[in-house]
């Protein structure tokens, strides 16, 4: 797209519009997320944005969203021809993206003719991202010393300051919290749709994007899990330690549940403990801590129910049990004698 200044950014309008209304695909979110880690200015400009868009969204109710859509796109483009403007992204989204794109550009260009995103000198508005690849973990400690292990796969979005009234931070993936307790200043952590809110506290989120469900455990204190959905706010519980919430993005159901610690959140000591867990979950999990893939040849062997426990173990040594468990047999593909696929066969 190209701005007031001239100057060419490296993402369109569109996208953009998809990204704010949550219509993303996964291959459009890393497109963005690559965007944003290439320069912390285009960090903090997503950041500004996004405001814009919780702030505005709610202002513009247009009974014809296809008219609001084709004003958007002459107005980003600058086109002065009336013949009409046809795109795909319509039906369902449109009413969002529209509406998006409406504020986006306004406020956007706006802000860039006055200056506004020399504010984000401001550490308050310096957003960090920490990525973990298969296989990796990390610990981050952020400015209140709250404690967090980020799992395999995963990306955290943290300031790194917290303003005077909330701390809030952005996850994908898995990670497990140790937060600083502070009453004045509640710790809130958004999640594919879910939003996590505590004073201080020990819980453990998992939000892969592949995955179907959304799972809060809570170790310690207590949190409140609601679901946000464009500018609604839905409670769904208020868990106690030991308590688990898993909700459903397929149809929108939760249930709560008691958890096993170990089975939760081993994950950070290097614990792999399975219960009746289809074979398929399993190798999801051995890909993440490993950094291998792990594949299945025969399909129907997928829903097959593991119960192990593995501390510190070798994935030698975790697949010559699932050998033995399954009746499966496996082969190493390596490069470089590096272990990169392993596969699983009859």
């Known amino acids: ?34 965007w944003i880690e290439a320069d912390i200015k285009n960090g903090e400009e997503i950041e500004y944005l ?48 529209a509406a998006a794109v409406v504020i986006i550009a306004g406020c956007y260009f706006g802000a860039r003719q006055a200056g506004l995103f020399g504010n984000f000198n401001n550490p308050e508005f310096v957003w960090n991202i920490k990525t973990t690849a298969l296989g990796e973990k990390a610990i981050i400690t952020l400015q209140d010393s709250t404690k967090i292990v980020l799992n ?25 919290f140790e937060v600083r307790h502070d009453t004045s200043k509640p710790f809130i952590v958004h999640a594919d749709g879910l939003t996590t809110t505590v004073l201080g506290t020990k819980f453990n989120i ?34 106690k330690p030991s308590q688990q919430i898993i909700y459903s993005e397929v149809d929108g159901k939760t249930a709560l549940k008691e958890f096993e610690p170990q089975e939760t959140a081993g994950w950070k000591d290097n614990i792999l403990k399975f219960k009746a867990e289809p074979l398929e979950k399993v190798l999801v999990k051995l890909e993440r801590a490993f950094g291998i893939k792990f594949e299945l040849s025969n399909k129907s062997l997928e829903k097959f129910k593991i119960t192990g426990n593995f501390k510190n173990e070798t994935y030698t040594t975790i697949c010559d049990a ?19 696929k392993i596969i699983f066969y009859k």
């Open 50 to 97: 996004r405001k814009v868009w919780a702030v505005g969204k709610g202002e513009i109710d247009s009974p014809d969203a296809y008219d609001v859509w084709q004003k958007a796109l002459l107005r980003i483009n600058g086109a002065e021809s009336s013949a009409p403007v046809r795109h795909r992204f319509i039906k369902g989204y449109i009413v969002k993206a």
């Open 322 to 340: 699932l050998k033995k468990l399954t009746g499966l047999k496996y082969k190493i593909i390596k490069q470089d004698n590096i272990a990169q």
């Open 1 to 34: 797209m190209e701005d007031n200044t001239g100057q060419k950014d490296d993402l369109k309008w569109e996208l953009l519009a998809k990204y704010f209304a949550g219509e993303c695909s996964q291959e459009e979110n890393r497109e963005i997320e690559s």
């Open 206 to 239: 998992s939000a892969f994007p592949h995955d179907n469900d959304v799972v809060v455990s809570l170790f310690e204190g207590s949190v409140k899990v609601s679901k946000t959905e464009e500018d609604k706010t839905e409670k769904l519980a208020i868990l």
């Open 152 to 176: 395999a796969d995963s990306k955290l979005r943290y300031p790194s300051k917290f303003g005077n009234k909330i701390r809030e931070i952005y996850l994908e993936g898995e990670a497990y």
